[in-house]
């Protein structure tokens, strides 16, 4: 069963939800030791499909590593590096080992990693995966071929609140929701006045009932990181004066943490919003400190009392 | 290539940058053909938009979403519906089509056609 479900199902409890870094080698004990930190706090650990259009240990690998550590997995699945066909061939198959999280994207382009000379498929987009994805948890293929004993898939997707045409995202978000999205983990955003209009938007219009919003936080140590993101990730953009204000401080360590502390408090704090996706490029133990700044209890507490996140004012 | 898709390539490959795709959703795109997009996505700008708005894969190239979505609000003489069609969302590409006429299957149906597990819902439109 898909504990993500049960907690977006019963509204009261703050949902984390993190990345599992990126596993290149080794067997199960280092998917385990990678994934340790975030897993000691996330309700549910995402297994990339190929971030950044770099090729790593399969999602549906690691998925299936995850779960059998008895970490929750969601599966990412990105449109293009497969069509159709495999698309829901990995569901499915994932699905067989209990993987019942779903995570459907359009996804980088493959200019933006290492192999640009590779094809790129796309054969769905994002909102038509999503679709399809639900179709597979009703019980049928595409083509309309019936699965037997589908498993109840738990669907969900993305959506970047910060790129261009910023008035259009929320209602590309909405159409995710309405293709069977049941919660969205929203791209970083360093600028807090974009998030907040997104979300009020689809807050606003019963959205935000439909599907459970999680805003990405990132842990970085740096503003070199943060400056790579600005430059090479597509569609994050860092605006200067955030740039410069980790530059500049003179612990550049402690002022990337408290820019990250910062952008989790407002999120966290806006209407519809449910709880955070962290991913963690410092692994320093970043994920328990603000998740205590936060005033999150640990996964053990929150499954117990169902807790909602008290923030300090 | 028959001669109808010839005629039509010939037309809307100058104006549109028509890849002959043969299920046209242009009255749906403000007048923007979506499979000129680098990914052919035909739900709406992906997450990679710069910040200038061009393309992720191609910077020098302003989105074609970017344009699609301000054309079907902008657009003079757009008629509401097609203007209101836009948030739907559009069936996967039907890769057999491709090369064949959008008219010819607009006029018989086949552009119609959808694979028997793509199931319509009401509730498939956005806010607009």
Same mark, same amino acid.
């Given at each position: 069963?898909?504990?993500?479900?049960?907690?977006?199902?019963?509204?009261?409890? &703050?949902?984390?939800?993190?990345? *599992?870094?990126?596993?290149?080698?080794?067997?199960?004990?280092?998917?385990?030791?990678?994934?340790?930190?975030?897993?000691?706090?996330?309700? =549910?650990?995402?297994?990339? #499909?190929?971030?950044?259009?770099?090729?790593?240990?399969?999602?549906? =690998?690691?998925?299936?590593?995850? =779960?059998?550590?008895?970490?929750?997995?969601?599966?990412? /699945? /990105?449109?293009? #590096?497969?069509?159709?066909?495999?698309?829901?061939?990995?569901?499915?198959?994932?699905?067989?080992?209990?993987?019942?999280? +779903?995570?459907?994207?359009?996804?980088?382009?493959?200019? =933006?990693?290492?192999?640009?000379?590779?094809?790129?498929?796309?054969?769905?987009?994002?909102?038509?995966? +999503?679709?399809?994805? &639900?179709?597979?948890?009703?019980?049928?293929?595409?083509?309309?071929?019936?699965?037997?004993?589908?498993?109840?898939?738990?669907?969900?997707?993305?959506?970047?609140?910060?790129?261009?045409?910023?008035?259009?995202?929320?209602?590309?978000?909405?159409?995710?929701?309405?293709?069977? *999205?049941?919660?969205?983990?929203?791209?970083?955003?360093?600028?807090?006045?974009?998030?907040?209009?997104?979300?009020?938007?689809?807050?606003?219009?019963?959205?935000?009932?439909?599907?459970?919003?999680?805003?990405?936080? +990132?842990?970085?140590?740096?503003?070199? /990181?943060?400056?790579?993101?600005? &430059?090479?990730?597509?569609?994050?953009?860092?605006?200067?004066?955030?740039?410069?204000?980790?530059?500049?401080?003179?612990?550049?360590?402690?002022? *990337?943490?408290?820019?990250?502390?910062?952008?989790?408090?407002?999120?966290?704090?806006?209407?519809?919003?449910?709880?955070?996706?962290?991913?963690?490029?410092?692994?320093?133990?970043? +994920?328990?400190?603000?998740?205590?700044?936060?005033?999150?209890? &640990?996964?053990?507490?929150?499954?117990?009392?169902?807790?909602?996140?008290?923030?300090?004012? | 290539?028959?001669?109808?898709?010839?005629?039509?390539?010939?037309?809307?490959?100058?104006?549109?940058?028509?890849?002959?795709?043969?299920?046209?959703?242009?009255?749906?795109?403000?007048?923007?053909? %979506?499979?000129?997009? %680098?990914?052919?996505?035909?739900?709406?700008?992906? $997450?990679?938009?710069?910040?200038? $708005?061009?393309?992720?894969?191609? %910077?020098?190239?302003?989105?074609?979403?970017?344009?699609?979505?301000?054309?079907?609000?902008?657009?003079?003489?757009?008629? %509401?519906?097609?203007?209101?069609?836009?948030?739907?969302?559009?069936? @996967?590409?039907?890769?057999?089509?491709?090369?064949?006429?959008?008219?010819?299957?607009?006029?018989?149906?086949?552009?119609?056609?959808? @694979?028997?597990?793509?199931?319509?819902?009401?509730?498939?439109? $956005? @806010?607009?």
């Amino acid at each position: 069963m898909s504990r993500l479900r049960d907690l977006v199902e019963d509204g009261r409890s &703050t949902i984390l939800t993190g990345e *599992a870094p990126t596993v290149d080698g080794g067997d199960l004990a280092a998917v385990e030791a990678r994934v340790a930190e975030i897993a000691s706090w996330a309700d =549910a650990v995402n297994a990339t #499909d190929n971030p950044a259009a770099h090729a790593h240990a399969s999602n549906v =690998a690691v998925a299936i590593a995850l =779960a059998r550590l008895g970490i929750e997995p969601v599966l990412q /699945v /990105v449109a293009r #590096d497969k069509n159709r066909i495999a698309c829901q061939a990995d569901i499915v198959g994932a699905a067989l080992h209990g993987v019942e999280n +779903v995570c459907c994207l359009t996804g980088d382009d493959v200019t =933006a990693g290492d192999e640009p000379e590779a094809r790129r498929v796309f054969d769905l987009d994002g909102p038509q995966l +999503v679709r399809v994805a &639900t179709g597979l948890s009703e019980g049928r293929y595409l083509s309309g071929r019936p699965l037997e004993l589908a498993r109840p898939l738990f669907v969900g997707s993305v959506e970047n609140p910060a790129a261009p045409p910023l008035d259009h995202r929320a209602q590309r978000a909405a159409k995710k929701i309405a293709a069977g *999205a049941r919660f969205l983990q929203l791209q970083i955003c360093y600028h807090p006045d974009r998030l907040e209009s997104f979300v009020h938007q689809l807050h606003d219009r019963g959205f935000t009932e439909r599907a459970a919003l999680l805003p990405t936080i +990132v842990l970085v140590r740096s503003a070199r /990181v943060l400056s790579y993101m600005d &430059t090479s990730v597509p569609g994050i953009d860092v605006p200067t004066e955030t740039l410069a204000r980790v530059e500049q401080a003179a612990d550049q360590d402690e002022a *990337a943490y408290e820019l990250a502390l910062e952008q989790a408090e407002h999120a966290i704090s806006l209407p519809g919003v449910r709880g955070l996706h962290i991913i963690d490029f410092r692994h320093d133990g970043a +994920v328990s400190r603000l998740c205590r700044d936060l005033g999150i209890p &640990t996964k053990e507490e929150r499954r117990a009392h169902a807790h909602r996140a008290q923030l300090p004012v | 290539m028959g001669v109808v898709a010839f005629v039509e390539h010939a037309v809307k490959r100058p104006v549109f940058g028509c890849r002959m795709c043969g299920q046209c959703v242009l009255h749906d795109t403000g007048m923007t053909c %979506p499979m000129t997009c %680098p990914k052919a996505l035909r739900n709406g700008p992906c $997450g990679g938009v710069r910040e200038d $708005g061009h393309c992720e894969v191609k %910077p020098e190239m302003r989105c074609v979403w970017l344009k699609a979505e301000q054309r079907s609000r902008t657009l003079p003489l757009l008629p %509401p519906s097609w203007r209101a069609h836009f948030g739907q969302l559009r069936p @996967p590409v039907d890769n057999r089509l491709q090369g064949t006429s959008s008219w010819v299957n607009l006029f018989t149906g086949r552009d119609r056609q959808r @694979p028997d597990g793509w199931e319509e819902r009401a509730d498939a439109e $956005g @806010p607009t």
